[in-house]
């Protein structure tokens, strides 16, 4: 087991390069196994090798017994998605009124852009890379965060059509990775909170269809409903914590 906080911190960079050029190479595996990638076949095993790649990756420094807490996996899952579910719900009050539903909309589309998207991106960006920094190497929130929000906002940079769109469309991934970190630790590590609300926003933006929701950058009405959600999502937190007598914040934020 590694003990030097440097060599935590190099691993745990080391291992978030390696499972990024994994995710970026995996369609490999659906072609030596001949199937299509886009398929509902191939896109379940191609998350499936990349969860397997996450739990390798992990397994190295957290001893098995502790890996699927580690990562999030063990929470509660029907209460992961019932938080969600409160928190998102001005979208889905909010979408019908100025917008409609998209009659083109397939279930591949649901699965791959939506659900498979949303465990995947918080799978790795979530559990795994910030986890990781945060958990494993022991830096502050900042530091664990500034990675895996740098590199999730630089993977929807191709939703821009010039500097400007690009730019916003890194601004808002960015500002949603800090939000989905702050989730996560401040519901004790159940990655079914983030991934619930990842999930559930990407549902919104492909069952309805209205301006902006093309991009991840939005659109005005979107955005409005996404700071709401925020807002309520912070608030219920808060009120939680409160509730029960314990603090937001309760843990280093720029400690190396």
Not at 41 to 61: P, R
Not at 143 to 152: Q, R, T
């Amino acid at each position: 087991m590694i003990q030097s906080k440097t060599a935590r911190i190099l691993y745990s960079i080391i291992a978030s390069v390696i499972i990024i050029l994994f995710w970026r190479n995996i369609g490999f595996v659906t072609s030596l196994l001949d199937i299509p990638g886009n398929s509902i076949l191939g896109l379940s095993i191609k998350a499936l090798f990349l969860t397997l790649a996450v739990l390798m990756l992990t397994i190295v420094v957290i001893k098995p017994k502790g890996l699927f807490s580690f990562l999030g996996l063990s929470g509660n899952m029907l209460k992961g998605f019932g938080i969600a579910l409160l928190c998102v719900l001005p979208f889905y009050l909010v979408f019908p009124l100025f917008g409609g539903l998209n009659t083109e909309l397939t279930f591949s589309v649901i699965y791959d852009r939506a659900i498979l998207t949303g465990f995947k991106e918080e799978l790795v960006f979530r559990a795994f890379m910030f986890g990781l920094l945060f958990r494993y190497a022991k830096t502050g929130f900042f530091w664990a965060v500034i990675l895996p929000a740098l590199y999730f906002g630089s993977v929807h940079l191709y939703q821009g059509h010039d500097i400007l769109s690009a730019l916003a469309a890194f601004g808002v991934t960015f500002i949603g990775a800090l939000y989905f970190s702050w989730m996560y630790i401040e519901w004790n590590f159940n990655i079914w909170i983030p991934a619930g609300l990842h999930i559930l926003m990407n549902g919104a933006w492909f069952i309805f269809t209205m301006e902006g929701t093309e991009v991840a950058a939005g659109g005005l009405i979107s955005n409005i409903a996404r700071m709401i959600s925020i807002a309520l999502a912070i608030a219920f937190t808060v009120y939680y914590h409160k509730k029960r007598g314990e603090k937001v914040f309760d843990y280093p934020i720029w400690r190396f």
